[in-house]
């Protein structure tokens, strides 16, 4: 022990936390430090999403006007689920569909899926060599239908400014299922504006309508908030398995990196929105495409897993400066 500290918290630590008050009260929260300038805070009501990130006090991530937003408010018809878009860092989409709202072998799909606002069933945290661990564990399981469950690892250095997402896809029922997931992480202001570089070596690049298509030129340059802005996506095709996206704001000398496996989360979004406080940008990777799951299906992209299967995918976020 350091003979220095009474407690360990005064360097780094986890506290769990409650909201109280508006449409947050009683979510659990755990804020993290890791005593070398990064901190988040995981919200384990909200399938262990990251709703804030931030570095040396600066923020990183967007949040939405709705704020923080408890599950029973949660509405899955059509795109409600808009309502209770946080944002923050991370929004995990899935499992059981991505994207646009659709009716895909007779089963109505609402965007974007449920699992982002379904709480931890199951969680703990603890520390390890040289990190602190926190996991938990998300039920995406009815009756007569679905069973699949999330087992999420978030693995936050101790020793520089990174964390690991890994998130194990288990199949605990006894049809096969597909799974769809979408890691929608969540750049915002002052990371974020008109003179932040954006980096993505894809191999090639799709627009997903002819509104993106128009502007494919520009689309990693940022721009000002504008009013009446029609977001934006495009499609980014790595050559091989490795996948890397960052976005680097020069008037505050550091950004953020996002490192995956391109072939196992082979649907990367761009995700451009430049209006008015509804300012973000979306550095998106996922085992498919937001086009809806019936899409997916028809394309071949659609994964499924087999009863009793495993699908696991890995996420690294690392924090430099220049």
Known sequence: MNPYIGNESQLYGIEEHRLSGGRGDGMRLLEVNNGKGLELTVSLDRAADISRLRFQGINMSYFSPCGYVAPAYYDSVGSNWLNSFTAGFLTTCGLQAVGTPCVDEGEELPL???????PAGHSYWTREEGCLVIKAVVEDEVIFGRKLRLNRELRISLEENSFVITDTI????????PIEILYHMNMGYPLLD???????????????????????ENCLKMEKPQAGYVERCYYHKFKDADGRASIYQPKLGCGLEIAFDAEKLDGFVEWKMMGIRDYVLGLECGNCYPDGRDIMRKTGMLKFLEPG????????????QR
Do not use: C, L
């Open 309 to 320: 299967g495993k699908a696991e995918y890995q996420v690294k976020v690392n924090i430099f």
């Open 170 to 177: 288990e199949n605990t029922g006894a049809r096969k299922e």
């Open 112 to 118: 974007h899926g449920s699992i982002g606002n379904t």
């Open 194 to 216: 008109e003179d932040s570089e954006v980096v993505i070596p894809a191999e090639s690049i799709v627009p997903r309508d002819g509104h993106a298509a128009g502007d494919i």
